[in-house]
């Protein structure tokens, strides 16, 4: 608890016991989730939780890039707590998605132009995880 107070800290977000809760559950659960997932996940243990709190809470720490946001599911916008350089696959079958290494030379990037300053960059693979990959071909 002690370090996700620190880490909030050190992205300029005030901690809370709601922030610290969502940024928790995020840190320990990377499965990519959902805002509502995480309401759900986070309702049983904290009753008077809102999906309101849940939403601008993930919207701090996103702007503040204490997490990531990705929208690589085209229906809901998906959480990571981990913001280190990695890219993302998603099964089109299953919907899984998975942490994947940053692809080589990934540093490179950055220097795309001179007069420009980039800040994020993310990486998305779509296909067949090996689950589903063994299941009948994609209709």
Known sequence: MQNLHKYLTGHGVKPSVQRIAVMEYLA???????????????????????????????????????????????????????????????????GCIRDLPAPEGHAAAANIETDIEIDEVQWYYKGLCENCKQDSPIE
């Open 28 to 94: 320990t659960h990377r499965t990519h989730p959902t805002a509502d997932e995480i309401h759900t996940a986070l309702h049983t243990t904290m009753p008077t939780l809102s999906k309101t709190t849940v939403y601008n809470t993930l919207r701090l720490l996103a702007d503040h890039r204490a997490i990531l946001s990705l929208d690589i599911d085209e229906r809901n916008t998906r959480f990571d707590g981990d913001v280190s350089p990695h890219a993302h696959f998603r099964c089109r079958r299953c």
